[in-house]
């Protein structure tokens, strides 16, 4: 565009002629609305960034604080879990629902272990399931106990013969524990400690059997590894604990000279 | 228009190093969650993975062994089938050592075909079938 008063070329943005200085009317509007476009552009903008600072740091305050949520749930069950009472009582909790899920199976189970004498079957399916704490399985109170103490003496027998040490152990220390095994049979394991009489129930037929059974297998597993005499493994049942421990220990001793000695 | 450099704001920053920490600590209390949950999953507590029993084995502890075994089978565990056969034979090896002391011959005899059994079962570990046989059917013979 030409200037009105000296006729120089103008440009559109030109707010006065830069020959003559005087103003160019014909792009004053123009140049007023493109300032009022600037203005508002600024302002949009500043408002804008605003607000995306805002949300960064409020979005970033949302995940710090979803992220502590996750974080206490996770120390909460930690810390619970850590405590043995819970875990005990957690697990004891687990295995009574899997025990009532697979009762009819453990049921046909543990009468088929009972059939074929299997000590260490009964032992570990009794520790598996906790079935001491099932009152419909009650009857097998004493073939538990005989089970149990089978599975305590074989392992001291078989740790002792394997030399495997634990915490350290010594073999006295196991003949000690064999011995506590033997000489408290009747209390425990034929009921002695809980009044069981020879009618009780729970040592009627199979179940009195079994138990009948069980002692003669673990009088012949001390008998064998501790090669006592007829005689010493009929009296045993009734020794006092100190004696018999000591009667194994010094067996262990005169038979297994070298492995003893290695103790 | 203007163009406006872009400033970094130190309250973001900030909070980035925040969430940064907390990933390092959800990793930490995640990793403890993750180990006693997957041992909880395991169903029975008694059982042994093959890498437990393999232990045993190392430390001579035939008794974890057996009972590992028994608590294995009892729950449907079936991967460390060689270690069960191993178990049963060392087992079996006690057992023989007491009947035949006994003078008991059919039991002695059904305690050697379950040895016999279990020897052709288990694989590479009938060099530990080897060590009980010097360790247990053995043990007090000079």
Same mark, same amino acid.
């Given at each position: 565009? %030409?200037?009105?008063?000296?006729?120089?070329?103008?440009?559109?943005?030109?707010?006065?002629?830069?020959?003559?200085?005087?103003?160019?009317?014909?792009?004053?509007?123009?140049?007023?609305?493109?300032?009022?476009?600037?203005?508002?552009?600024?302002?949009?903008?500043?408002?804008?960034?605003?607000?995306?600072?805002?949300?960064?740091?409020?979005?970033?305050?949302?995940?710090?604080?979803?992220?502590?949520?996750?974080?206490?749930?996770?120390?909460?069950?930690?810390?619970?879990?850590?405590?043995?009472?819970?875990?005990?009582?957690?697990?004891?909790?687990?295995?009574?629902?899997?025990?009532?899920?697979?009762?009819?199976?453990?049921?046909?189970?543990?009468?088929?272990?009972?059939?074929?004498?299997?000590?260490?079957?009964?032992?570990?399916?009794?520790?598996?399931?906790?079935?001491?704490?099932?009152?419909?399985?009650?009857?097998?109170? =004493?073939?538990?106990?005989?089970?149990?103490?089978?599975?305590?003496?074989?392992?001291?027998?078989?740790?002792?013969?394997?030399?495997?040490?634990?915490? &350290?152990?010594?073999?006295?220390? =196991?003949?000690?524990?064999?011995?506590?095994? +033997?000489?408290?049979?009747?209390?425990?394991?034929? &009921?002695?400690?809980?009044?069981?009489?020879?009618?009780?129930?729970?040592?009627?037929?199979?179940?009195?059997?079994?138990?009948?059974?069980?002692?003669?297998?673990?009088?012949?597993?001390?008998?064998?590894?501790?090669?006592?005499?007829?005689?010493?493994?009929?009296?045993?049942?009734?020794?006092?604990?100190?004696?018999?421990?000591?009667?194994?220990?010094?067996?262990?001793?005169?038979?297994?000279?070298? +492995?003893?000695?290695?103790? | 228009?203007?163009?406006?450099?872009?400033?970094?704001?130190?309250? +973001?920053?900030?909070?980035?190093?925040?969430?940064?920490?907390?990933?390092?600590?959800?990793?930490?209390?995640?990793?403890?969650?993750?180990?006693?949950?997957?041992?909880?999953?395991?169903?029975?507590?008694?059982?042994?993975?093959?890498?437990?029993?393999?232990?045993?084995?190392?430390?001579?502890?035939?008794?974890?062994?057996?009972?590992?075994?028994?608590?294995?089978?009892?729950?449907?565990?079936?991967?460390?089938?060689?270690?069960?056969?191993?178990?049963?034979?060392?087992?079996?090896?006690?057992?023989?050592?007491?009947?035949? &002391?006994?003078?008991?011959?059919?039991?002695?005899?059904?305690?050697?075909?379950?040895?016999?059994?279990?020897?052709?079962?288990? &694989?590479?570990?009938?060099?530990?079938?080897?060590? +009980?046989?010097?360790?247990?059917?053995?043990?007090?013979? %000079?």
């Amino acid at each position: 565009m %030409k200037c009105q008063y000296c006729g120089g070329n103008l440009q559109l943005d030109n707010e006065v002629c830069p020959f003559c200085g005087r103003e160019n009317t014909k792009a004053k509007k123009y140049i007023d609305t493109k300032k009022g476009y600037q203005k508002e552009f600024d302002e949009t903008e500043k408002k804008v960034q605003k607000k995306v600072k805002l949300n960064a740091r409020t979005g970033r305050l949302l995940v710090i604080a979803l992220m502590v949520l996750i974080i206490a749930v996770f120390v909460g069950i930690n810390r619970w879990y850590d405590d043995a009472e819970n875990r005990i009582h957690y697990r004891q909790e687990k295995t009574k629902q899997l025990a009532e899920k697979n009762i009819q199976h453990i049921t046909e189970t543990l009468q088929e272990m009972e059939k074929n004498r299997e000590y260490l079957g009964i032992s570990n399916l009794y520790l598996n399931y906790l079935l001491s704490r099932r009152d419909d399985l009650q009857e097998y109170g =004493r073939v538990f106990s005989a089970a149990n103490s089978y599975e305590s003496v074989f392992e001291y027998i078989v740790n002792i013969a394997t030399g495997f040490g634990y915490n &350290g152990e010594t073999s006295e220390y =196991r003949c000690g524990n064999i011995a506590h095994s +033997v000489t408290n049979w009747n209390w425990y394991v034929s &009921g002695e400690a809980r009044g069981v009489s020879d009618n009780d129930p729970r040592l009627a037929g199979e179940h009195g059997a079994f138990v009948a059974d069980c002692k003669v297998a673990v009088g012949d597993m001390v008998q064998v590894y501790f090669k006592l005499t007829d005689e010493e493994t009929a009296a045993m049942w009734t020794m006092e604990q100190t004696e018999l421990a000591a009667l194994l220990y010094e067996r262990y001793q005169s038979y297994y000279p070298e +492995v003893s000695a290695n103790e | 228009m203007s163009k406006t450099k872009k400033k970094t704001d130190p309250v +973001v920053v900030l909070l980035d190093l925040v969430i940064i920490a907390l990933i390092f600590v959800m990793l930490i209390v995640g990793i403890e969650f993750y180990f006693n949950f997957s041992y909880e999953k395991r169903g029975g507590t008694f059982m042994q993975e093959a890498k437990e029993m393999a232990f045993d084995l190392e430390r001579n502890n035939y008794a974890s062994l057996i009972q590992g075994a028994y608590m294995n089978k009892i729950n449907g565990k079936t991967d460390t089938a060689q270690y069960h056969e191993l178990a049963e034979y060392t087992e079996a090896a006690f057992l023989y050592k007491v009947y035949e &002391g006994k003078g008991k011959a059919a039991e002695t005899a059904a305690q050697k075909e379950i040895m016999d059994r279990a020897r052709q079962n288990m &694989g590479s570990l009938t060099i530990f079938a080897d060590r +009980v046989d010097g360790l247990i059917r053995d043990f007090g013979k %000079k």
